[in-house]
């Protein structure tokens, strides 16, 4: 009887040219997203990775220097674009890719795609991701919005219920029938983006990403299948199936359009994160301020770098410094970061009113492209900026020289280059991203259940004709 | 005063309605019968300009409508089987609106309430809003607009399907008094009854062409009945 | 008779939309909506100017601090620290006197976030290379940069359409399903007619709160607006809101021209609406970073680092060279107007304005590629009203890619001359003198010419109303030809 009714139903998709068109379109958009998306993924993957290594190759070759300058001219560590991205890039456009690695700062990371691009990025990425979570919904509304309503107006709807047809055997048929109507289109894109997964992931990770892409796809359902049945339930209740297409449209608008930047709005509030300028200038205080603590309490003096300081002694201020630093440095990165998290967090929270952000978060978590894995990635690049420091001011202690006015003079050779290791990142396992994504599950199978209970008050055994 | 001159319109490949002439003449209530589909109401809009003939001309007053379809439209008064309205709005509200289109002229409440009463809506209807209206209640307002008009010609598409017989009959009246005071009207019905009460002429149609015109005195002696089934089962 | 007819129409068309609550209901959503935006404007853009006065203040007391500190030292009351010392060029023209290059908002930034929520509108410029600091970004969080903001662009770009389809989606097929379109047609009265009555309430009144509302709320508290040249540009903007909404006004009208049901007439307006505001835009960011593709940042990356080794071998001498300080305090002092920069200061200098001259032919190119994307943007942009007033708007308040690209070409400028002030003072051991602190290059900004910004503004405008015209023509010649049945 389902099967029955989702045929017929699917048949009017395909007869009234709804299919054609419209799923035409969104099957062509995705399918360009996933290529043009695996084009920049396989791209940027390349370049990073060779990058990196050629990286690492010239700081072995160094000539002969002063460690301490060899620390100031650094390395750049490039975080690497995980295979995932081809279908959501996530906050890829908004954060950078490679970090600095130089002496005393911890640095930001730079180049943002979004700042070599126009004003027009600011209308969002085109990818498969943003099109499934923007437009499939309203692809579902066009498909559903008269699944009742239209049946009731055109009188069908009493002649199936006078052949006895139970009202809730057609609501699980034209649920059936928006799922293959969506499913239809959707197929070709997770073959395509399946195939581009499977190729780009490293041949170690490629359970770590398989496991992820049947997540990603598991949410995507979860999803879409709330949309389903929402659009279902506010036909069956509309007086009409014009009201029916006006509620569920002001739905989708609210619901991709307003709620998320109002939200973002509200998390700031509630969250509030400093500007450049408040950020800046307080960790330079706070740094200040604790470096002329450790100054005066390791050396007895009362400026940095002073000549009170025997140039014998730089070695060892340096690491002081460098120690001191690194307190100050987590800890106020580490608060803007939890202020980020907990920004998002709340709007993750708010997805059990807005499934769009719920199913936004876990996306980009799956993805790899969330800001949890960005920080795991700056974290990791700061320990290795540490590494290199620590390694460096540690040479510098044991060179340091006997006739305490020398420091500069000494110069280390590429055996010292040596010991700093290559910085091997890794991006974090999917056990680490679903420790925190965890909760975009639940919120969706919640928002699912509430959903189908919705569905069902609205299609009741005795449905108004 | 309503002329259709060999008047032919094609939906298509479809044609609705082929070379048909017909004439009302003021004071003349001309009733249009035919099946569904035999092209009465595409006459009518004929005569509204809704739509264009595809061959032949439609005169009214004299004036050819395609003309000039503004003035011509001054002419006349159209009332359809359902008198539509904004449902929000109370009757005289809706009166008061479609007054002013037709003549250009604000009316006076007193001015409006007379016409309700005389379209036969009682004045404690006539601010309710037009939502809560019956059919016939409908109708009278639509004909309320046909008195402020004072249109020299009334079209009238099945007006009395689905008025009970005391509203169809207060119906006939007015049209009776309409047809005194010299207002050509055009009326398509299924009504075999009323037409034979009310009309001095009747038409049949059958698929696009008139096939049958008759006065009122070919009427004395024929059975309309048997007429009209002759010509449909022909 | 004719002009009578319109006001009929007219009147009764705002009794109906008052009676059925469509134009009280939508107008109070818009008025919130669009009210919300602009103390959202309003708000940011103070905390923004707040920060950079923040910032001037601060870099006046340094000022004030190192010139203080200067006349001890002549006074030989004090023997400065090494890296902070007043009367050295390389501290001075390095962090210690380094100056803000800002970008001031304008008048009507509270209108449009455009791009200020990520590019800063200030940088510290010192004599290290602008690699150093060019990339920085502005504090935000990703998720909320890819969200965008809630300002006045948005309300107008995204949601002034879906305003106008509710309340004109069904503007003709509502009375068509009503029945009341023939009774309507029956009267001496064009549809054409009809509909510029029906279009002519409704657009006067959503467009006058679109306007009205953040119009007067900056008059009211942003007393900058209050000028000539703002109230010009104000007038700008009123015309670039208007011209948009009458482009979504014609688009309905076309909607409402084919005899088709209220149902469809909303689908083919939403369709309409997501083709050429959500998908056009983002299809076209993506075809023009195709057509210019940005240069690689980490072929930027490979070939900084490259640059700078190059430059440390170079001035591998007097890298090795150290600090005398210990040995001889006195060289922390300034002698006969001469203060012996160290080695180590000086090369630093040299491997910065080396990095800065080599690198610079890679940053042209960025340069030349973001201009390249932009021009392409202004030529295609026509495609989709949207993109047209979402650039001009974020232009018109200021926070325009154009403008913050004029302001990085300024920086650099100042930039250039910051490092021509103190290089002979820093490779010549010149010591500052208070003469040299007046002198120091300051950062003036220079604004926009007003009539760069309307010439442009009138491109737009003209292009959005050549749309209109043609949509509007296409919408009225359907009109003509459709029937009321």
Redesign the interface.
Known sequence: MIRLIAQREFTEFVRDGRLLWAGGIMLLLIVTALGVGWQRQSHLHAERHAAQHLDYEDWLKQDERHPHDAAHQGMHVFKPEPPLSIIDPGIGPYVGSTIWLQAHRQSEVKFRPAQDATGLQRFGTFSAAWLVQILAPLLIIVFGFNAFAGERELGTLRQLMSLGVSSRALLWGKALALAMGIGVLLVPGVVVAAAAVVIESEPGRLLDSALRFLMLGLAYAVYLAITVFVVLAVSARASSSRVALISLLALWIVGVLLAPRVMSDLSRHVYPSPSRTEFASDLSTDLKSEHDKAWREQFGVSTGWGPDLPLSKWGVALQVNDHVGYGVLDRHFGALWDTFEKQQRMQEWAGLLIPVLAVRSLSMGLSGTDFVQHRDFSVAAERQRRVVQDIMSHDLIDHADPLGDRHFAYQADKELWAKVPPFDYQTPSLAVVLRHHWSGFAILSAVLAAAVALALLFVPRRLPL | MLEALNVSKDFGANRALDKVTLRVKPGEIYCLLGANGAGKTTLI?LF????EPTSGEVRINGRKVADDP??T??D???I?E????????SGI?NLK??A???T?ERHSREQLLALLTEAGLPEAAADGRVSTYSKGMRQKV?IA?ALAKNAKAL?LDEPTSGLDPKAASEFSQLLAKARDRGVAVLTTTHDLFHAKQTGTRIGIMKQGRLVADLSSQDLSHTDLETLYLQHMAA | MKARTFWLVFAHEARVLIADRTLPLVLTLFALLIGYAITNGIVEIRARDAAVASILTKQNERNARNIDQLQRINAGIETPAPFSNAADPANVGGGLGGRFAYVPTSALAPMAFGQSDMIPNYYQVTYRSRVNFMYDSEIENPWNLLSGRFDVAFVIVYLLPLFIFAMSYNLLSAEREQGTLRMLLSQPLTLTKLVLAKVSIRAGTILTCAILIPVAALLIFRPETRDAVSLVQLAAWAVLVCAYGLFWFAVAVIANAFSRSSAANALVLVGSWVVLVLIVPVLLNLAVSVASPAPSRTELATQTRLITVDGLRRYQKLFSADYRYSDKPDLLLPKDGRFEVQSRPKAAFMLQRDVEADIQKLLDRFDAQLEGQQSLVDRWGVISPAIIVHEGLAALAGNGSQRYLHFQRQVATFHATWKQFFEPRILESRAMTEADFAAMPTWKWQEETLRRQLSDLSVRAIQILALVLVVAGIGFWRLKKSSAV
Request: hydrophobic content about 55%.
């Open positions: 809009n509204l300009d809704f739509i503004l003035s439209k001054r006349i008064a159209y359809p359902q008198v539509m309205l904004y449902g929000v709005l509200e609106y479609f002013a289109l037709a250009g639509g607009i079209l």
